[in-house]
């Protein structure tokens, strides 16, 4: 089981979600508890990827076609921090 930790302004910003978001971000965070990050390749709708230019080293899934989860992974302590959810820039 891997720890999860949301900053502390997703709470704030889950409140602004739509339901249908909200209830993805959930099943996300339900899968990543369970079995870890690697288990979003085998849900090609999540479309799990790293990130370049001034977010390396996070890595971002899809909620929906506007919102992103925006998360990093620290293996020494089996964790994901879950930094913002945010919606996508285009």
């Known amino acids: 089981m891997w720890?999860?930790?949301e900053h502390k302004s997703i709470q704030k910003?889950?409140?602004?979600?739509?339901?249908?978001?909200?209830?993805?971000?959930e099943l996300w965070k339900d899968?990543?508890?369970?079995?870890?990050p690697e288990i979003l390749l085998?849900?090609?709708?999540?479309?799990?990827?790293?990130?370049t230019g001034e977010r390396t080293g996070q890595r971002s899934s899809r909620l929906n076609i506007k919102?992103?989860?925006i998360y990093t992974i620290k293996r020494e302590?089996?964790?994901?921090?879950?930094?913002?959810?945010?919606?996508?820039?285009?």
Not at 42 to 51: I, R
Not at 77 to 88: A, L, M, S, W
């Open 3 to 5: 720890h999860i930790l």
């Open 13 to 25: 910003e889950c409140r602004k979600i739509p339901h249908q978001v909200l209830a993805k971000y």
């Open 31 to 36: 899968l990543v508890f369970r079995h870890g």
């Open 42 to 51: 085998n849900f090609p709708g999540f479309n799990d990827e790293k990130l």
């Open 67 to 69: 919102y992103r989860v």
């Open 77 to 90: 302590i089996i964790t994901v921090e879950i930094i913002e959810i945010t919606p996508h820039k285009y």
